[in-house]
T-cell receptor
């Protein structure tokens, strides 16, 4: 299994530009999570999907951020327009979320991350 | 709501020293508990987990025991190596009724540096 795939691995852009981060989850997984990691704020959950439907986007910092999951094998996180404070490592993770009373011990598998630098 | 608190870092140890990283949690019901590790330049990966009270998770010489009475899941290793230098995250998954869709609540992470 190739694991969670993210692209690009590194992105350098100028303030005001649109940035699109991509994620391919592990085949068969039904939940997908987008995180942001910085030294100052640590690991933050931005948004997560289940069966391609957004469940909770309360972690999205502002309207400049948007995420989509058009199918079970692909998701994007878009920042438009980008700002220097968006510089961070963005991680995508996927899991197979089971139903039932003992459903909640599902391991999340993380991708390698995209390091975004906004100048 | 659910929350996880880890000991403040960074932690600096000499090789072969004993390691403890404290983790306590607040949650309703019976959460499952995890330790994740992040090596430099990589994503997080599962180190060990425990799904019910008194369970002990273990992997690569690391151990953690799910203590419901103290709501803790402390990470220990008897003899650390330079290669253990990484960031360690404690996390929990909601227990009980309903579904969390696989969401995990993470602690703030603890940086461990091991010197030769």
């Amino acid at each position: 299994d190739a694991g969670v795939i993210q692209s690009p691995r590194h992105e350098v852009t100028e303030m005001g530009q649109e940035v699109t981060l991509r994620c391919k989850p592990i085949s068969g997984h039904n939940s997908l999570f987008w995180y942001r990691q910085t030294m100052m704020r640590g690991l933050e959950l931005l948004i997560y999907f289940n069966n391609n439907v957004p469940i909770d986007d309360s972690g999205m910092p502002e309207d400049r951020f948007s995420a989509k999951m058009p199918n079970a094998s692909f998701s994007t996180l878009k920042i438009q327009p980008s700002e220097p404070r968006d510089s961070a490592v963005y991680f995508c993770a996927s899991s197979f979320a089971r139903e039932g009373p003992r459903s909640d011990y599902n391991e999340q598998f993380f991708g390698p991350g995209t390091r975004l630098t906004v100048l | 709501g659910n929350s996880v608190t880890q000991m403040e870092g960074p932690v600096t140890l000499s090789e072969e020293a004993f390691l403890t990283i404290n983790c306590t949690y607040t949650a309703t019901g019976y959460p499952s508990l995890f330790w994740y590790v992040q090596y430099p330049g990589e994503g997080l990966q599962l180190l060990l987990k425990a799904t019910k009270a008194d369970d002990k998770g273990s992997n690569k010489g690391f151990e953690a025991t799910y203590r419901k009475e103290t709501t803790s899941f402390h990470l220990e290793k008897g003899s650390v190596q330079v290669s253990d230098s990484a960031v360690y995250f404690c996390a929990l998954a909601k227990g009980g009724g309903g579904t969390s869709y696989g969401k995990l609540t993470f602690g703030q992470g603890t940086i461990l540096t091991v010197h030769p």
